[in-house]
């Protein structure tokens, strides 16, 4: 985490933007977790994604990875399921100029969040209630990939309900994209 903390302070360096297939980044982040889903027997629902976004394949794995770690971490029972929100038809390898963007949904049968957190949640350093009572937070993973989305010019944002779960959605947009 503080590794990717602190690549994250000059990105533009290890940028690498390209088409990317999004259904190979979410399996390869799967597949890393797969052992937690297995072992604390969580379902995890996912039927593939045919969508392709400009991104960068490694930053965007590592967003997707913290929220599925997140995920796991604060999910008891039930299970995860990913998949798009409205998913238009369309074909990115030809055309990189969506009118619509794309929205990935993780969505989790979790503890959920406080609503009183709930705003504060990408923030650096913030663990909320539910860190501080499990004492497993930092309050640098969300704020990670907040940071990251924003470079990419994409988009992160949660919903939440406490004791019913939370979804956190990936907004990926192909405009507006800013290097530093």
Request: charged residues 20%; aromatic residues 8%.
């Amino acid at each position: 985490m503080v590794l990717g903390y602190l690549r994250t302070e000059d990105m533009s360096s290890d940028l690498t933007l390209s088409c990317c297939s999004l259904d190979s980044v979410i399996r390869d982040q799967i597949h890393k977790y797969a052992g937690i889903f297995v072992s604390r027997k969580l379902s995890l629902t996912y039927d593939g994604i045919s969508e392709s976004v400009l991104t960068d394949e490694k930053w965007l794995g590592f967003v997707i990875g913290q929220i599925l770690s997140n995920a796991l971490k604060y999910t008891r029972t039930g299970g995860i399921h990913i998949y798009l929100k409205n998913s238009p038809v369309r074909n990115y390898v030809s055309n990189i100029t969506p009118t619509t963007p794309i929205t990935l949904v993780i969505e989790d049968t979790g503890i959920g969040i406080r609503a009183e957190d709930l705003p504060r949640i990408f923030e650096k350093g913030y663990t909320g209630v539910n860190g501080r009572e499990s004492n497993r937070a930092t309050g640098i993973g969300l704020y990670l990939c907040n940071k990251i989305m924003n470079r990419l010019g994409h988009r992160i944002y949660a919903v939440s309900e406490e004791g019913k779960g939370t979804k956190v959605f990936l907004e990926f947009s192909q405009e507006n994209l800013t290097m530093y």
